[in-house]
Nanobody
Framework: QVVLVESGGRLVQAGGSLRLSCAASGPTFDTYAMGWFRQAPGKEREAVATMTGGRSIISSDSVKGRFTISGDNAKKTVWLQMNDLKPEDTAVYYC??????????????????WGQGTQVSVSS
């Protein structure tokens, strides 16, 4: 079972910065993609940014130029650097990882896991 642990969310003033971290751990596994989604109150979960195949993809137009995703595949860790935060960035941010994990029988199986979420609150 691949487990994701997120950290870094907190209350910050508008214009401030935060860095979210997500570390994946578990039995032998490899990842196709690691990224971040967010869900604001009363809204659907939306993709924010993804690392896949060594490329970084910012999925949300509202964060382009302000958020940057980076990762260390060897450490199975992904970070989301968020600058110039705005009140509309307030949401629970979820780490999402897709990959292959090795079972105890020696076979490989797909996994698609979510972190528990970390709250980011931006005050005006």
């Amino acid at each position: 079972q691949v487990v994701l642990v997120e950290s870094g969310g907190r209350l910050v003033q508008a214009g401030g910065s935060l860095r979210l971290s997500c570390a994946a751990s578990g039995p032998t596994f490899d990842t196709y993609a690691m990224g971040w989604f967010r869900q604001a109150p009363g809204k659907e979960r939306e993709a924010v940014a993804t690392m896949t195949g060594g490329r970084s993809i910012i999925s949300s137009d509202s964060v382009k130029g302000r958020f940057t995703i980076s990762g260390d595949n060897a450490k199975k860790t992904v970070w989301l650097q968020m600058n110039d935060l705005k009140p509309e960035d307030t949401a629970v941010y979820y780490c999402h990882v897709v990959g292959l994990s090795r079972t105890r029988y020696g076979t490989w199986t797909d996994f698609d896991n979510w972190g528990q979420g970390t709250q980011v609150s931006v005050s005006s």
